[in-house]
């Protein structure tokens, strides 16, 4: 859709112009209306409209300076003017500044149509055009930013192509990460990656009046940036990232209670340098899990990058075995204690919080992965929900919520697996109990040790393996007796038993009542 911005200071006008067709239908979308020609100006700048249509006289200034001043904004943006008869010579002065047409008012529809119309697929192609050129534009700002960010994780050299503008002597480089969290919710990440997405815009548009150059994307850790100044305005960048910051929390609304935290890293003279920039920015970014201060400055705090987390070995195995036999309630005392001791660290910061979540989070994966693998893409998935923790709280909730549940998928997967020998040997008792069936061949036909076969058959059955098979003979050597033609000695040896009295011992104590009487009953 074509973007267009109305401007009038006659709000009937507005009205009229928004009424007077089907915008949709041919393919354009009013993305604002303004009263006056500054706030014609905000709109250009916030809505990168394709088409201004506007009065040629308006309050804040007048129509010749908004089409002039639009057009410093966007220099492709296209303009309709409307005039009165009397005014009509402002509107031939300002066909001399590239205005693609007038309307006369009283305003026609037919007019308006038409003039829509013809711009239209000149409109359409340069659209396209400008996005083909924007996305790629974007693309190489990704790639910028995910070659500065992977060097300062690995604390590599920056080599990384960039414009001449970055590579420019004189001036100061840096990054800037742009932290959106979610308070008091683990988020799915398809949706925090629209939340990402809105802040990217607001962030790209206000960079725009700080520096021409910078590039901008979106990371796990949030908006990465890197931009050059001819000099650090330190007013000016800080009412940047605080008009970031407070128009991104303004989307509360409509994504819940969000916060946002500014860091930013130490300026460089040389663009390679902003290495180090990016790895202080990202390391205040994982600090925000201790500390929820909204504006971090390596310019003035010290980035600890020395101070880690090492859990000790005799934590790492309670782990592994609590994870091994795959004891839910276990893991949770565990991983309860282990956060505490955590929490108690001295100077306790975001790197030794994350470094406490991946050991714990290795340490269980290998217990876990003794009984069969884990779900596919486990630990990477956790490792992305990582980065969508707001707190300290929100880290330990994600490893006890979700190592729980892969435990649980794991505890059900094994007793299916232990399921299945005893529906096969179950099978294989029904087909054979009138033989003389011992539990060494029943075990043997399944593919077990007797011993361990035994005690699986008792775990899933709640029944021994002889009790499970005089059951099941006494059950159908009632079966038998309720008919006329066979004997009881007949029916003892149909269900396996050659000792009469063996047998009649056996289903008296079952069913209270001898063979014989029972088959008088049902006589």
């Known amino acids: 859709m074509l973007r267009v911005v109305l401007a009038d200071d006659e709000n009937k006008v507005l009205l009229l112009l928004q009424k007077l067709i089907d915008w949709e239908q041919l393919g354009y979308e009013i993305v604002g209306t303004a009263n006056d020609g500054l706030r014609a100006l905000e709109l250009v700048r916030e809505k990168q409209p394709h088409l201004l249509i506007t009065d040629v006289r308006m309050p804040g200034c007048s129509g010749i300076e908004l089409i002039q001043r639009a057009k410093d904004l966007q220099p492709d943006l296209h303009f309709i003017i409307i005039s009165g008869y009397r005014k009509f010579e402002y509107a031939q002065n300002a066909l001399k500044y590239g205005v693609e047409d007038y309307l006369l008012k009283p305003l026609k529809q037919e007019e308006l149509t038409g003039i829509l119309l013809r711009l239209s697929d000149k409109l359409g192609k340069e659209a396209a055009l400008e996005f083909q050129l924007k996305k790629s534009g974007e693309r190489q700002q990704e790639q910028l930013m995910e070659a500065l960010a992977d060097a300062a994780e690995h604390q590599q050299p ?310 499970y098979l005089t059951e099941l003979r006494i059950n159908k050597s009632k079966e038998l007796l309720c008919g006329d033609t066979l004997s009881i000695q007949d029916v003892a040896e149909m269900v396996g038993y050659r000792d009469l009295k063996y047998f009649s011992r056996l289903f008296k104590k079952a069913t209270g009542v001898s063979p014989s009487d029972y088959k008088k009953l049902y006589k």
């Open 158 to 467: 920056f080599m990384a192509y960039a414009d001449e503008g970055f590579r420019a002597a004189g001036g100061v480089c840096f990054a800037v990460l742009v932290r959106v969290d979610v308070i008091g919710t683990i988020q799915d990440p398809g949706g925090y990656q629209v939340i990402l997405q809105h802040a990217l815009e607001i962030v790209r548009r206000e960079l725009q009046a700080l520096t021409d150059v910078y590039a901008a994307a979106v990371r796990k850790e949030g908006i990465a940036i890197v931009l050059r100044m001819s000099a650090y305005r330190t007013v000016a960048v800080k009412q940047c990232f605080t008009k970031i910051q407070k128009e991104i929390e303004q989307q509360r609304d409509m994504f819940g209670n969000l916060r946002c935290t500014i860091c930013l890293g130490s300026r460089q003279t040389a663009f390679e340098e902003t290495v180090l920039s990016m790895r202080q920015a990202m390391w205040f970014c994982r600090d925000r899990l201790c500390r929820s201060q909204t504006w971090r400055d390596a310019e003035t705090e010290r980035a600890a990058f020395g101070q880690r987390y090492i859990m000790e070995a005799a934590q790492r195995k309670r782990f592994q075995v609590a994870a091994e036999c795959l004891d839910e309630g276990r893991f949770a005392q565990e991983l309860e204690e282990s956060f505490r001791t955590v929490l108690s660290q001295e100077d306790l910061n975001g790197q030794m919080l994350e470094d406490w979540f991946f050991q714990a989070l290795e340490a269980c994966l290998y217990g876990m992965q003794q009984n069969g693998p884990t779900e596919e893409r486990f630990a990477e998935n956790m490792a992305e929900k990582f980065w969508l923790c707001a707190d300290a709280q929100g880290v330990f909730q994600l490893l006890r919520q979700d190592i729980s549940r892969e435990l649980r998928r794991l505890g059900d997967e094994r007793s299916l697996r232990e399921a299945r020998p005893i529906t096969e040997a179950k099978r294989y008792i029904q087909q054979h109990y009138r033989e003389s069936l011992r539990l060494e061949d029943v075990s043997s036909a399944v593919g077990f040790n007797a011993t361990y076969f035994s005690t699986l058959f008792k775990k899933e059955t709640g029944q021994n393996f002889m009790d």
